[in-house]
């Protein structure tokens, strides 16, 4: 049974960088036809996309993110990351990974974690 | 951003039939997921490519997917199905994953 497992700071300061791991057990990251992705949910908001990554390193992102946010593959590790460069409160919500099946209709979420909630300090 | 429109709640007594929308200019031109979240819990996939159910899902649970809207059914609802839902879609225009803005069933 494939499973994913966020970790990283739960805490972090205003204008620093939010990084997160995303580790995949159950399975292989550079399995074809999976994207891996990071989903975000603010305190009692709806959900938000961050962006997708291949085990090759190609990439999708939010455009709304997209100035501050990078996303890393190491297939060694069998992970991915999250960073998020100068955060703000706005920032705060929990992150979670999840894999991404993709098929004709372009894909969805079948897999995720057990999310983290990240909160930005001033 | 780009939020698919799903009506904010949905009431809906035990054993009757629950409709959650999701709607968009031509949806039915897109495939639609929908994710099922319980407070405090990761959301969990209930139907993908507009109406097929992932092992383990309820036959309750059905989805279908025409014109501009997209619906999830749950038929025979029980205490348990109380929840958020969220429906998605991928955008090819923009090479955007898009989410609905959720919505809250409460069984009464």
């Known amino acids: 049974q494939l499973q994913l497992q966020e970790s990283g700071p739960g805490l972090v300061k205003s204008s620093e960088t939010l990084s997160l791991t995303c580790t995949v057990s159950?399975?292989?990251?550079?399995?074809?036809?999976?994207?891996w992705g990071w989903i975000r949910q603010p305190p009692g908001k709806g959900l938000e996309w961050i962006g997708n990554?291949?085990?090759?390193?190609?990439?999708y992102y939010n455009t709304s993110l997209k100035s501050r946010v990078t996303i890393s593959v190491d297939t060694s590790k069998n992970q991915f990351s999250l960073k998020l460069n100068s955060v703000t409160a706005s920032d705060t919500a929990v992150y979670y990974c999840?894999?991404?099946?993709?098929?004709?209709?372009?894909?969805?979420?079948?897999?995720w974690g057990q999310g983290t909630l990240v909160t930005v300090s001033s | 951003s780009h939020v698919l429109t799903q009506p904010p709640s949905v009431s809906v007594a035990p054993g009757k039939t629950a409709r959650i929308t999701c709607g968009e200019n031509n949806i039915g031109n897109k495939g639609v997921h929908w994710y099922q979240q319980k407070p405090g819990q990761a959301p969990m996939l209930v139907i993908y490519s507009d109406s097929d159910r992932p092992s383990g899902i309820p036959e309750r649970f059905s989805g279908s997917n025409s014109g501009n809207t997209a619906t999830l059914t749950i038929s025979r609802v029980e205490a348990g199905d109380e929840a958020d839902y969220y429906c998605?879609?991928?955008?090819?225009?923009?090479?955007?994953?898009?989410f609905g803005g959720g919505t809250k069933l409460t069984v009464l």
């Open positions: 990554i291949y085990y090759s390193g190609n990439t």
């Open positions: 999840a894999k991404y099946s993709t098929n004709w209709y372009g894909g969805y979420f079948d897999y």
């Open positions: 998605q879609v991928w955008d090819s225009n923009s090479d955007h994953v898009v």
């Open positions: 159950g399975g292989s990251i550079s399995s074809s036809s999976y994207y």
